[in-house]
């Protein structure tokens, strides 16, 4: 159980255009969702943190302009790169938070990670 | 501020041996902390996780020892076998605080030789 995916898991795209990442709990219900961003041989840096039904909150520094986050649904979340450029190139990952958890317990799963690459 | 330092950066460690990977912590109101395996290319998966009401947790050859008082806890890897060559990484959370965010340490590369 407590399995996440993504979707693509490697994408390529232009410079100056826009790429979207799925991120679905498969078998849970995930009111609470996370984006990292992990740079070759780094720890994992969150983004936001995407909640089911309100606007995402980004962590210090992350435009929120230029990574939209949508969580429209108990089971998706969504990550949209836009206007990408090379440095946005990077190692993308999922995490979710089963909705089951009693409040203060605090698990979260990741998914297997979107490599994209902006050339 | 770094606020969950883990040590050390590399390790390498022979067939059968204990790997011990070490963190601490500098926010008292940290209540969760778990362990993370992640293999190259992949998402990291959770592995061993231990609330501060209990010292010790062990599942299989994994163990974490927690010290509250020194604001200190560690993974051990039993019989470490080839296939535990991965970067472990530590993390910490306040219960329910902040939307449930994990801060996470730098990680530690675990090398296991034949």
């Known amino acids: 159980g407590a399995v996440v995916s993504q979707h693509p898991s490697r994408v390529i795209c232009k410079s100056g255009t826009s790429v979207k990442i799925e991120c679905r709990s498969l078998?849970?219900?995930?009111?609470?969702m996370f984006w990292y961003r992990q740079f070759p041989k780094q720890s994992l840096m969150l983004m936001a943190t995407?909640?089911?039904?309100?606007?995402?909150?980004?962590e210090q520094g992350v435009e929120k302009d230029k990574f939209l986050i949508n969580h429209a649904s108990l089971t998706l979340s969504t990550l949209t790169v836009t206007s990408a450029h090379p440095e946005d190139s990077s190692f993308y990952i999922c995490?979710?938070?089963?909705?089951?958890?009693?409040?203060?317990?605090?698990?979260?799963?990741f998914g297997p990670g979107t490599r994209l690459t902006v050339t | 501020q770094q606020q969950v330092k883990q040590s050390p950066q590399s390790l390498i460690v022979q067939k059968g041996g204990i790997s011990i990977i070490n963190c601490a912590y500098e926010?008292?109101?940290?209540?969760?902390f778990p362990w993370y395996q992640q293999f190259p290319g992949k998402g990291p998966a959770l592995l061993i996780a231990?609330?501060?009401?209990?010292s010790e947790k062990k599942e299989g050859r994994f163990t974490i020892s927690f010290n509250k008082s020194a604001k200190q806890f560690s993974l051990h890897i039993m019989d470490s076998q080839p296939g535990d060559s991965a970067t472990y990484f530590c993390?910490?959370?306040?219960?329910?605080?902040?939307?449930?965010?994990?801060?996470f340490g730098k990680g530690t590369l675990l090398t296991v030789n034949p």
């Open positions: 995490s979710a938070r089963p909705s089951y958890l009693a409040v203060l317990k605090n698990e979260q799963y």
């Open positions: 078998d849970f219900q995930a009111t609470t």
């Open positions: 995407s909640n089911e039904g309100s606007k995402a909150t980004y």
């Open positions: 926010n008292t109101a940290f209540d969760y």
């Open positions: 231990i609330r501060p009401d209990v």
């Open positions: 993390a910490a959370s306040v219960p329910g605080g902040s939307n449930y965010k994990l801060t």
